[in-house]
Structure formats: structure tokens, C-alpha cells
């Protein structure tokens, strides 16, 4: 979203956003069945984040988006070290699911060096969730592929979507 004024709309509640406490969000949910979904790319109340179930995913995603160091400062999940300044050597998934009974839930929150994918214990089990469900009705969107490391790259219509992770949204807080 980037820039949003008073009339923009609370991606929660539907109201305009005004002048209170608000909380924007970068693109962080690829599928668009997902509840989640609105409040990628946008912004919500700061009261009505406050009291919703989905609170600690959605600022989870935020805080590794725009904490310090950003994401290239994330810890790899297979080697640990910082996952570095080059986007393209990277694999994450933010929010795959908001839903805790999804398979694709405990892969919410996974970044890793590309190349160290074949090294992480859950990699088959998450190529076999992935496939299972982003290839089903449930998912709508970008999907990761696998050739044979994992990527973001079309969306159905097969338009390459271009996630540039480094965006960050105004006005600055
Ligand atoms: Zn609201
Ligand atoms: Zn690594």
C-alpha cells in the first residue's frame, strides 16, 4: 500500500482509518481465501487489532518485515546465519495460514537461504503440504513452486508477481 490517508478504510472493521492509532501492514498473506488476506498491503485500526485472534501472526510478519536489520537480518532456519542483502537467495513464507487447524500453519514464519532447502528436516513434509493444498480450492493466489528449490513466483493467471520485500509503508511512525 505504501501511503494511505484518513478515508482510507480499517481493513478490519471497514471504517475509515482517521486520524487514531493505526497500524499498516506490508504484503505478508498470498492467499486470497484467507481471512488474513485484506490486512496484507494495508492498513487497521490499532483498537481493533488489539482484541483480534490474529494479532500475534499478523505483528509476527510486521516485526520481520520492518524490525531491525529487516529481513535480509532473519535467521536462516537450516544454517542460522542471516539470510543476507541478495532477495533472490531467499525463501519465505510469512503468513501461509491464519487458520491453526491448516497443515500449511506450522510453515507460517519459515525463512531460509534457498540453497539450504534440501538440508531442512521439514523440507519434504513442507514440498508435500504445499503441493496438497496451494494446488487445491483452499488457495487463491501466489503459489510456491519447487524447481527444485522453492520460489514465489505466478499467480493463477500466470502473471510472474514480483514481491519486492523491501517495500516499507508511510506515513513513518
Ligand atoms: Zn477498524
Ligand atoms: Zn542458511
Given at each position: ?6 478515508a482510507t478504510?480499517?481493513a478490519?472493521?471497514?471504517?475509515p ?5 493505526k ?16 490486512w496484507s ?10 482484541t483480534?485472534?490474529?494479532r500475534?501472526l499478523?505483528l509476527?510478519a510486521k ?5 531491525e ?26 503468513v501461509?495460514?491464519?487458520d ?9 514464519h ?7 532447502f ?16 496451494m ?5 487463491k493466489?501466489?503459489t510456491?513452486?519447487f ?5 514465489w ?15 516499507r ?5
Amino acid at each position: 500500500m505504501a501511503l494511505y490517508h484518513n478515508a482510507t478504510l480499517c481493513a478490519i472493521c471497514a471504517g475509515p482509518v482517521g486520524t487514531g492509532a493505526k497500524v499498516g501492514f506490508a504484503p505478508f498473506v498470498f492467499n486470497e481465501n484467507d481471512p488474513l488476506y485484506t490486512w496484507s498491503d494495508s492498513v487497521v485500526h490499532r483498537a481493533c487489532l488489539e482484541t483480534h485472534p490474529s494479532r500475534e501472526l499478523a505483528l509476527r510478519a510486521k516485526e520481520a518485515l520492518e524490525g531491525e536489520g529487516g529481513v535480509s537480518g532473519l535467521p536462516c532456519v537450516v544454517c542460522g546465519h542471516a539470510l543476507g542483502s541478495m532477495g533472490s537467495e531467499w525463501f519465505v513464507t510469512w503468513v501461509l495460514s491464519s487458520d491453526p487447524h491448516s497443515p500449511l500453519f506450522e510453515f507460517n514464519h519459515v525463512w531460509l537461504h534457498k540453497a539450504h532447502f534440501p538440508a531442512w528436516v521439514s523440507a519434504a513434509r513442507f514440498q508435500s503440504v504445499v503441493d496438497g493444498v496451494m494446488r487445491s480450492e483452499a488457495w487463491k493466489g501466489s503459489t510456491v513452486v519447487f524447481d527444485p528449490l522453492p520460489s514465489w513466483t505466478a499467480d493463477a493467471s500466470g502473471t510472474p508477481v514480483a514481491i519486492d520485500w523491501s517495500r516499507r509503508l508511510g506515513p513513518k511512525h
